[in-house]
């Protein structure tokens, strides 16, 4: 006799509790699922390294930091984390839904929707595959028509990290230790960001940080 399949392991990683309730009311009786809550990016990094989740599920905001969630799922790919990963939002903009998915995430679902288009994203992405609603598919497509993206919407987080930190005075090795990363790096993204902020050396880059956290303080 054929053994029965283990439940799907699912980790929750959102700051509301009920969230992750409301995933096994969801999922009963039509996905066999264990959940795994986890109420902080900090504390979902440590459940998925002691857990060995099977499918991620990621809000993108948490407690008072925007896209806290974001940020934790490219924290993840750069440690190897290979499962997939559901973004379950309320954000519906294009324009953070193409950086969640550059960011390393297989799928992004609304949580206002229904539960069987919930449930059918948490499958296809549990599969392999890969599930964006239809309607934001469109809207992310139509954002690589010429002049349909500002600047700031095409900086990726760590390019925004960085231009945060020049904005701020930092010299390339303290933006180094800031954020994390090697000096080499530094100097690459930040060539990089000369190129898309149109700066001809690195105090105009300074200028440029300024006034592009004057306009628009978290880059988004």
């Known amino acids: 006799m054929t053994a029965p399949a283990a439940p799907l392991r699912v980790l929750v990683i959102d700051d509301h509790?009920?969230?992750?309730?409301?995933?096994?009311?969801?999922?009963?009786?039509r996905i066999d699922c264990q959940v795994i809550a986890a109420p902080s990016p900090s504390r979902?990094?440590?459940?998925?390294?002691?857990?060995?989740?099977?499918?991620?599920?990621?809000?993108?905001?948490?407690?008072?930091?925007?896209?806290?969630?974001?940020?934790?799922?490219?924290?993840?790919?750069?440690?190897?984390?290979?499962?997939?990963?559901?973004?379950?939002?309320?954000?519906?903009?294009?324009?953070?839904?193409?950086?969640?998915?550059?960011?390393?995430?297989?799928g992004i679902v609304m949580k206002d929707s229904p539960s069987e288009e919930i449930c059918d994203a948490l499958s296809e992405v549990a599969r392999g595959g890969d599930y964006v609603p239809a309607d934001l598919a469109r809207k992310i497509a139509l954002l690589d028509r010429p002049g349909a993206v500002p600047v700031r919407a095409r900086l990726t987080p760590r390019e925004t990290d960085i231009l945060r930190a020049i904005a701020g005075g930092l010299a390339y090795r303290e933006i180094a230790d800031h954020v994390g990363i090697?000096?080499?790096?530094?100097?690459?993204?930040?060539?990089?960001?000369?190129?898309?902020?149109?700066a001809t050396s690195f105090a105009d880059l300074v200028v440029k940080a300024i006034r592009h956290f004057e306009a628009a303080e978290d880059g988004i």
Not at 55 to 77: H, P, Q, S
């Open 182 to 198: 090697s000096y080499k790096t530094v100097s690459n993204v930040s060539q990089t960001l000369k190129d898309k902020l149109g």
């Open 44 to 106: 979902g990094f440590r459940a998925w390294r002691r857990e060995a989740p099977q499918v991620l599920v990621v809000d993108l905001t948490m407690g008072d930091a925007k896209l806290a969630g974001l940020r934790l799922i490219e924290r993840l790919r750069a440690v190897g984390a290979t499962q997939p990963i559901l973004v379950f939002t309320m954000h519906r903009s294009p324009i953070i839904a193409r950086r969640a998915l550059q960011g390393g995430c297989n």
């Open 17 to 29: 509790p009920v969230v992750a309730e409301g995933w096994e009311r969801i999922t009963h009786g």
